[in-house]
């Protein structure tokens, strides 16, 4: 996104152990990453931070846009879909990679993301990936969700990936609030496992800050975390007692960043941050746009990267946006 391995804890690979040697090489990163942190790349595009053994930029494209996933309404997911066809969607990613973004981070939306993909190699993409997977992407939903579900989806979904080469793989958020409230979040002991046997990095994405303290009390073997900016998965419960009533939409409040922010402050490992313009939301100007830009990169660690997403219909977001983080980080 934890006990039982159905897939037992053998070292595939015949080496002592995989899971070990990559938790070492993280920890011993994460160590020497504070001062490169600050330090650009010799293109002077973006400053990287460590990931494992790897080096990402602190800007992650995003892929929501190119799903058509707004989070606004219908009209602007077909907006967005309309707009995004395979070669522009293939053809953005390389302005990324040109503007200096050195990491794509997505779901893996099957068919269509091998066309976009295929595209972008063939115009010679080279962008590391990191997958956010889930069981939903992979094999048929059932009607009625349990944590088993969830946890063998997961693994059905890292076996399905592999082939497609990520760097890391990242337990959805929304299957990890699910473990959380069902009580399971010792499953993603599974999926980290799995995901060190095949060779990746693990990532555990959250939206409740409180799963994000929880999961380093645990002290589980993930090498990274993924964290939304704000808590969209609230159930009906939730939000009577934070505010007293339910909102119209998903639910953006202004107090959920800073919370967030907060605890992943608290955290030793990286952190990848998304939601920092609140899916639009924070786009109304040039300089609100700047400042939450500015905002998230002061309230992360050094460690740790954002990664935003670009609908580049009217402007050129990408070459904006890739200044604002360089104003932010300078």
Not at 70 to 75: D, E, T
Not at 298 to 327: C, H, L, W
């Amino acid at each position: 996104m934890d006990g039982e391995n159905p897939h037992g804890d053998k070292d595939r690979f015949g080496e002592s152990s995989r899971r070990d040697f990559l938790k070492s090489a993280t920890t011993v990163a994460a160590a020497l990453a504070v001062p490169k942190a600050l330090e650009a790349e010799a293109t002077g595009a973006l400053p990287t931070v460590s990931l494992g053994p790897h080096r990402v930029t602190r800007l992650i494209v995003g892929s929501n846009p190119i799903r058509g996933y707004s989070h606004f309404n219908p009209v602007t997911n077909r907006q967005m879909l309309e707009w995004y066809t395979d070669e522009r969607a293939a053809q953005v990613l390389l302005d990324c990679q040109k503007a200096g973004i050195n990491t794509f981070q997505s779901s893996y939306f099957q068919e269509r993301w091998v066309r976009i993909m295929d595209l972008f190699h063939q115009k010679g993409g080279r962008l590391q990936w990191i997958c956010l997977t889930s069981g939903g992407d992979v094999i048929p939903q059932v009607e009625h969700e349990t944590p088993e579900w969830v946890r063998d989806g997961q693994i059905t979904a890292v076996d399905t990936l592999l082939k497609h080469k990520p760097i890391a793989m990242v337990h959805h958020g929304h299957d990890t609030d699910f473990l959380w409230r069902a009580g399971k979040l010792d499953y993603l002991k599974t999926y980290i496992n799995k995901v060190h046997d095949v060779g990746c990095l693990a990532g555990i994405s959250v939206h409740n800050p409180k799963i994000l303290t929880a999961l380093e009390e645990k002290g589980f073997a993930n090498d990274f975390y993924m964290a939304g900016l704000h808590y969209l998965t609230r159930h009906p419960e939730d939000w009577r007692k934070e505010i007293g009533t339910l909102p119209v939409d998903e639910g953006w409040i202004a107090s959920d960043p800073p919370r967030m922010a907060e605890a992943v402050r608290q955290v030793k490992k990286p952190t990848l941050v998304y939601k920092v313009l609140s899916a639009g939301r924070k786009c109304q100007s040039e300089d609100q746009k700047r400042e939450a830009i500015s905002w998230a990169y002061r309230n992360i660690k050094p460690i740790d990267a954002t990664i935003i997403g670009f609908y580049p219909r009217y402007s050129d977001q990408v070459t904006e946006t890739v200044k604002m983080v360089q104003q932010a980080l300078a």
